[in-house]
Structure formats: C-alpha cells, structure tokens
C-alpha cells in the first residue's frame, strides 16, 4: 500500500503534465458535447484520489479500484477505448473536474446536497455505513461519534471527508480533528497513538486493516452515522460536470444494465464490498 502511495505521486506528476490537452465545454449545449469528443479522442481522464478501494494506483503502478474497474467497461461500451488516471487530493477533485483537468470524478464520492450544487452525479453504485478503526481490544469502547465526543477522544479522517459531517453533528469540531490524506495515514495515526480513532467508510477501514494485517488496530463494527437529526447512509457516485447531462445520461443507462445483472455486483465484490451494500437510491433522492 505504501508503494501504492509512492506511485500515486509518480502519477500525478505525469497527470499535470497533460492537463494541457483539455478542451472546454464551456459552450456545451443541449447537453453538452463531452461524449462526442471522447468517442473521438479514444481517452478519457478520470480524477481519483488514491482512496481504497475506490480508486488507486497499485504497489505496480496500476490503476485499480471499484471506479476504475466500472468506469473501464461503461466507457468502452460508450465508445471510448481508454481511460487515464489524474490523481490528486479528495479536496481538488470538484475543483479539478471543473477546471477541465480530467474529464469525470471517478473516485467513490458521496453524494451530498453541497456536492449536487457544484457537480452532476450518475446514480449511485453503493451505500455505505461507516466504521472505525482503533487500537486492539478498543479500550475507549468507541463505537459512534457520540462515543467519540463524551470520550473526549482525539479523532482522526480523510481531509475533505463525508466523515467530518457526521462528526460534527455529534458535537465535534473539525478544528479539534487530526485530517490525513487517507486510510493507510490514519491506521499509522491509531497505531503510533497521535489519534485514538480514525472514521472512514465501513469499506475503506475493513480493507486497510486486513491488508495490512495490523497487529496494533482493529476495526469495529459498521453503524449509521446522523446527519440534521436523521440516519444517512453515504452513497458513492461519479461525478461530471454539471452542463455534461448526454454523457451523464448515457453513463447512467450503462450502469443500470449492470445493476439490473449483477453485473456491478461481481465488480466490486473482489474490493471488499458485501451484498447489502449495493443500492438501488438515485442522485436525484440524494439531491434533494
């Protein structure tokens, strides 16, 4: 995972060298033009931000993850032959999208009512609980983000996170969080003891501890956090931006026949997903 991390750099590099080929679309209309002109040019570019599983760059220089995987077969049957990595932090993925540095968000992103106002979202492949991960035997019993603030534990995320959301509500502040760039950070956080918790999603923290094999951490069982009062599940979408609804709209038939087979199913079960993950909720429910 480390050598992952190391390649993820590599790779951005190169990602900023290229960001000069991209054409606006500013002047798109009825729909825009994206997916005409990806047809024609054989590639698309798809921002991601080093995530497990969603999308990474494997300890072989790689590009892996659950959108990669999904985003390969929905574009080669939209007409479009390849797809590039341009990885980048999770902060700079809607700014990056819409100052045209690659071409979609392909990076597991929550869909969010602030996020609908800046980007179009495809439906969603997941929803998904969070968990967390802690120190062996979890001697602070945390198991919520109310257990996290009557604790006064220091808590640990992914910057620019659904994660700080949820813990906000509970009474958190941001200010008081420990943000890292990902879950890999965070397990070292818990380990080295500078964090007595890291929140991520369920998925994200189950892989990374069984991966590592951590003999330190563990993780605990996944819960729905609250948000304005209620239970919310986090969906996970790609992103386009928001004059790009003919490619949206093609990606989107696309996904469908995949969930309607199983097909999507299969994909992402080999990155750690379960069964009762997949959803069949809209962008446009989440939206709302």
Do not use: W
């Amino acid at each position: 995972m480390l050598a992952g991390a190391a390649s993820l750099g590599a790779v951005s590099a190169l990602g900023a060298t290229t960001a000069c080929s991209r054409v606006s679309s500013a002047d798109a209309k009825n729909g825009g033009d994206l997916l005409e002109r990806l047809k024609a040019q054989g590639t698309v570019k798809l921002g991601l931000a080093g995530e497990q599983p969603y999308s990474y760059i494997d300890k072989h220089g790689k590009l892996t993850g659950t959108s990669p995987a999904i985003a390969r077969i929905i574009f080669e049957r939209l007409g479009v032959a390849k797809v590039q990595p341009f990885p980048t932090e999770f902060n700079s993925l809607i700014p990056g999208l819409n100052s045209q540095q690659f071409d979609v968000v392909a990076a597991g992103m929550y869909i969010t009512p602030t996020r609908c106002e800046q980007v179009l979202f495809a439906d969603p492949e997941y929803e998904m609980r969070d968990a967390f991960i802690v120190r062996k035997g979890n001697p602070k019993n945390l198991n919520s983000y109310e257990d996290i603030a009557k604790a006064g534990a220091k808590m640990a995320t992914g910057t620019g996170y659904a994660e700080i959301a949820y813990a906000e509500e509970a009474g958190l502040k941001e200010s008081d969080m420990l943000l890292l760039p990902d879950q890999l950070a965070g397990l070292l956080a818990v380990e080295q003891g500078r964090a007595d918790v890291f929140s991520g999603t369920a998925v994200t923290v189950r892989n990374v501890v069984r991966q590592t094999k951590s003999r330190k951490a563990e993780y605990t069982e996944a819960f729905t956090p609250k948000l304005d009062g209620k239970p919310d599940l986090g969906t996970g979408a790609f992103a386009f931006r928001q004059n790009e609804t003919t490619l949206r709209d093609a990606f989107n038939r696309e996904l469908h026949k995949m969930k309607e087979s199983g097909e999507l199913f299969r994909i992402m079960k080999p990155f750690g997903f379960v069964k009762e993950e997949m959803t069949t909720m809209t962008a446009k429910e989440r939206c709302a």
